[in-house]
Structures are given as structure tokens and as C-alpha cells.
């Protein structure tokens, strides 16, 4: 196994200061279009719905929304609004923040299978969001008693909604 590298170590300041290196910050601004069915989710967020969509050949139900189904390779055109209800899939203890750095209080954060009344159980397998959790202890977590737990949006006030999945706070338990 290798324990040193050969070759010297450029230190920072003379890495920078050899020719053809630039020191810049990137300023790239971009835009681009969402496209028909996430526009449609998008659009209900700011409206406090969650909005899927239906494929019409296998009953599948879509969240987020998508053009084609993937299975069936059809166009999928009949979006519905979802209860926002679920239960919680997957959850983690995450200590690393949206931005990347380090957090001393740690989130929990994972993927909430959405309830889609009426539909197959198959369609249900789509209907999921990745989301933060509130309410949620880690003892929670490392017990598995997350797992399977009923759980509910909650939604910013609309007027600090944007047409983002951070319209949604976050993923809480449903009071029983
Ligand atoms: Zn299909």
C-alpha cells in the first residue's frame, strides 16, 4: 500500500501563481423550463395541493408529476390531488446541512411514500417525496419506530410560498 505519493507538494500560494491559472468565482446564472407536469406540481405547492399524475394504461400515480410513464411509455395527462398524507419509507440522521456544512443539530430527513387513495398498491410505489422531518427524534430513528410512522405536510403561510418543494417545512406525524 502506498503511504507517500512521489513528487513534491505544491503548497497554495505557489500553485496559484504558476502560469494559466486563474483564481475566479464562477457567476453563472441559469434558468430553465420545468416542462408541463412539474409546472403543474409546482404550481399546486403555492396552492398548498400536492398534485400527481395518473397514467391512464397502469394506474400508476406519479409524484413529482412526469410527462410519460415509465413503464407503459404513454403520455400521462390526468393529474390529481393527492391528500398529502403518507407514511414515512426511509429516515436518516443527517448532520450536513442543504449547503453542505456541518450542523450541530442534525436533521431528519428521508422519503414519504404519499397515500394515493383509490389506486393499486403498485401506483403508491411512486407516489414519494424526499422531505425534512418535524417531530421526529432520532431515538426515533435508531429505534425504527420511524418507519411506517403517519405523517402530514406542513405548509409555510401562502404568502411565503414560492412554486418550491420548500413550500412544504416539512413532513410532521399525524395527531391520532
Ligand atoms: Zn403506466
Redesign the pocket.
Known amino acids: 500500500m502506498t503511504k507517500k505519493y512521489p513528487g513534491t507538494y505544491l503548497k497554495r500560494d505557489e500553485m496559484y501563481s504558476l502560469p494559466g491559472l486563474v483564481r475566479y468565482k464562477p457567476t453563472a446564472k441559469y434558468s430553465f423550463s420545468a416542462g408541463i407536469a412539474q409546472t403543474k406540481f409546482l404550481e399546486g405547492l403555492k396552492k398548498g395541493k400536492i398534485i400527481g399524475v395518473k397514467?391512464p394504461?397502469?394506474g400508476?400515480v406519479y409524484v413529482p408529476p412526469r410527462a410519460f410513464?415509465e413503464?407503459?411509455h404513454?403520455p400521462m395527462n390526468e393529474y390529481v390531488e393527492l391528500p398529502g398524507t403518507g407514511e414515512i419509507h426511509t429516515a436518516v440522521i443527517s448532520y450536513i446541512s442543504t449547503f453542505r456544512q456541518r450542523m450541530d443539530k442534525p436533521e431528519i430527513v428521508g422519503v414519504v411514500k404519499l397515500d394515493a387513495p383509490g389506486y393499486t398498491k403498485e401506483s403508491y410505489e411512486f407516489a414519494g417525496l424526499f422531505h425534512r422531518f418535524c417531530g421526529i427524534t432520532e431515538e426515533d430513528v435508531i429505534s425504527g419506530k420511524a418507519i411506517g410512522m403517519r405523517v402530514k405536510p406542513r405548509w409555510k403561510p401562502e404568502n411565503e410560498r414560492t412554486g418550491s418543494v420548500t413550500d412544504i417545512e416539512c413532513f410532521e406525524p399525524v395527531e391520532s
Open positions: 397514467c394504461s397502469c400508476r410513464c413503464y407503459c404513454v
